[in-house]
């Protein structure tokens, strides 16, 4: 089933998984965070979230 992207479940999960994987290492990479680093972090949450949303309405568990 292709998501409303039109992008299938393996590509969604590919996406989720390295933005997951970014969210991580950004988070782990500065010690003292900006404000922009901040808006960064949230902005990668925010996609991770409606990936898992994404995923979810396709009928995959995350």
Do not use: C, W
């Amino acid at each position: 089933m292709a998501s409303p992207t039109g992008m299938s479940k393996e590509d969604v999960r590919a996406i989720l998984e390295e933005l997951q994987r970014v969210y991580k290492e950004y988070l782990r990479l500065r010690e003292h965070k900006t404000r922009d680093d901040l808006v960064i972090l949230n902005n990668l949450a925010s996609f991770i979230i409606q990936l898992r949303r994404t995923l979810q309405e396709m009928g995959e568990n995350t």
